[in-house]
């Protein structure tokens, strides 16, 4: 037998089904669970990395809890190693430590008669299991918790990565690096798609696609992208063990109200159909901002009116300033933002976004010291508009009196009108931005920090229906998404009263 053999007749033997209607009843591997097994353990190059990505509801708990298993009693044993799950939450741990558990308790064989005979002894106050025979120690770990530093695991599994946001999270980071003790330390991650490209599984699962590294093996099973989310096909697609353990009317179920209800249908796509969409419904789809991703011609702002949005947010954190042209029928869309330099990795950390590369990459500008420098803010913006046509921009009043000081100061002379940032000012400018973006008329240029901005922003309705973005309610930065709406705002409102007398007043003051 090989070793994929052995550790699959391993859970065939050894390992019982947890709970459910089987319980206490053999397991028995799924083809889909099985090719993963094999491909990973029977690997002539010999895995560093095995990445297997499903829906929801398709035994990924049950699986990695009886691969530890067959690490921790069965032929992947080894004398006094270490081994370690690690989730996002204590209650995600928990899941993957108690279904093991129950497995033990329910098998004679592993568990034994009465406490006699064990392979393996439960300690449920560490959440760990013991192999007996060559002392194997399992921990399950969260990262709410503070023990995955000093650890130097053969195996570490990493459950439900798709939760990571950002392409960097420090507990992950201590489990990927524990394992240096061991030539050939396996590391699996099981897990459903994680909502964006720039998320840390999407960025692996891309790098294994894109690299063909033989040492990395990645199983993903994803619904077609756009596919409908009734089409039985994409059900199959996506859900390996439809029709075995996983229940087809549940997912029918799920699938008829995603159909009836558009705010259910991106969860639907991210747990279903295991597709990489945000499970809350951003303002601007992704499908129709990738179609607005052309390429942003320069002379629009030199030959066109131009219209502009700034965000000014905490003095700690993102400003951005949007500017955009109507140019050979489309509004091309240019954007600006900055970031107080002492900031910028804590935040990423903090945010999961990568501040720092971005910011090496001259997509993020930053000002020097803790705190937004107003001044340099206004200088960039003064240089930025230099020889335009600005029609006008509009403005958030949050902090906008302390900017002003500084362009007053610097003798930079702009039509800046403030724009609410309740419903009834927000709503028109939403309407517009989203009849634009509908219809292709923007040309956005795919900016990485604009793109992350539109994926975050999550709307609020009221009572009437009028729409506003809301920073509270949404994933993450929005700064940009907020100046792109109120410029289409301000452009709207400035081509239904015609000529603006912004033009010749200038700058106001407060």
């Known amino acids: 037998m090989t070793r994929g053999e052995r550790v699959i007749a391993f859970i065939h033997r050894y390992c019982v089904v947890p709970e459910g209607k089987l319980v206490g009843k053999p397991m028995r591997l799924e083809p889909f669970q099985q090719k993963f097994i094999l491909d990973v353990y029977d690997n002539p190059a010999g895995t ?28 992947e044993a080894r004398l006094n190693s270490q081994i370690v799950s690690g989730a996002r939450s204590r209650d995600q741990a928990a899941l993957v430590f108690n279904l093991a558990a129950k497995m033990v308790s329910l ?22 299991l013991i192999g007996i025979a060559k002392n194997v120690e399992y921990r399950a770990l969260a990262a709410e918790g503070s023990t995955s530093h000093g650890l130097s695991p053969v195996l570490a599994i990493l459950d439900e990565l798709g939760q990571v946001r950002g392409d960097h999270d420090d507990f992950v980071e201590a489990i990927e690096t524990a394992s ?145 042209a109507f140019w050979q029928g489309k509004w091309h869309v240019k954007a600006w933002f900055w970031k107080p330099e002492q ?95 509908l219809n292709e008329q923007v040309a956005h240029g795919g900016h990485p920090v604009m793109t992350m901005c539109a994926a975050n922003a999550v709307v609020e309705k009221n009572a009437a229906g009028d729409r506003k973005l809301n920073k509270a309610k949404s994933t993450g930065r929005i700064d940009g998404m907020v100046a792109l709406v109120m410029a289409m705002g301000v452009a709207a409102a400035q081509t239904a009263e015609g000529p603006s007398v912004y033009e010749n007043r200038g700058l106001l003051s407060f």
């Not at 990924?60 to 809890?65: E, T, W």
């Not at 064990?118 to 560490?126: F, H």
């Not at 994409?234 to 699938?255: D, I």
């Open 48 to 75: 560093t990395e095995g990445i297997l990505s499903i829906a929801r509801k398709n035994g990924k708990s049950g699986l990695i809890a009886a691969i530890l298993l067959a690490h921790i009693a069965g032929p």
């Open 343 to 437: 900031t910028v990795a804590d935040h990423a950390k903090r945010d999961r976004v990568p501040y720092d590369r971005w910011v090496k990459d001259g997509l993020i500008e930053t000002t020097p010291g803790v705190a937004v420098d107003y001044e340099f803010v206004a200088t960039k913006i003064g240089q930025i508009t230099n020889g335009m046509n600005v029609g006008r921009i509009g403005f958030d009043r949050y902090r906008f009196k302390t900017l002003d000081a500084q362009m007053s100061k610097l003798g930079i002379i702009l039509p800046f009108e403030p724009f609410g940032q309740g419903h009834v000012s927000m709503a028109p400018a939403m309407d517009t931005t989203e009849i634009a973006f």
């Open 180 to 324: 240096g003790a061991y030539d050939d330390a396996l590391r699996l991650i099981i897990s459903t798609q994680a909502p964006t490209d720039a998320d840390m599984l999407s960025v692996k699962i891309d790098d294994a696609r894109r690299s063909g590294d033989p040492k990395i093996v990645c199983h993903v099973y994803e619904a077609p992208a756009g596919c409908d989310v009734l089409d039985p096909e994409g059900h199959r697609a996506a859900n390996p063990a439809l029709g075995t353990f996983r229940s087809e009317v549940e997912l029918l179920a799920a699938a008829e109200k995603a159909s009836r209800m558009p705010s259910a249908e991106n969860g639907f796509r991210n747990l279903y159909l295991n597709q990489r969409v945000n499970r809350f419904s951003p303002f601007i789809a992704p499908g129709v901002w990738l179609a607005c991703n052309s390429a942003v011609d320069d002379e629009a702002f030199r030959q066109g009116l131009v219209f502009g949005g700034l965000d000014l947010a905490e003095t700690t954190d993102l400003c951005a300033f949007v500017l955009i």
């Open 107 to 128: 098998s004679r064989e592993l568990g034994g008669v009465e406490g006699r005979g064990a392979l393996v002894k439960i300690v449920p106050s560490g959440k760990r």
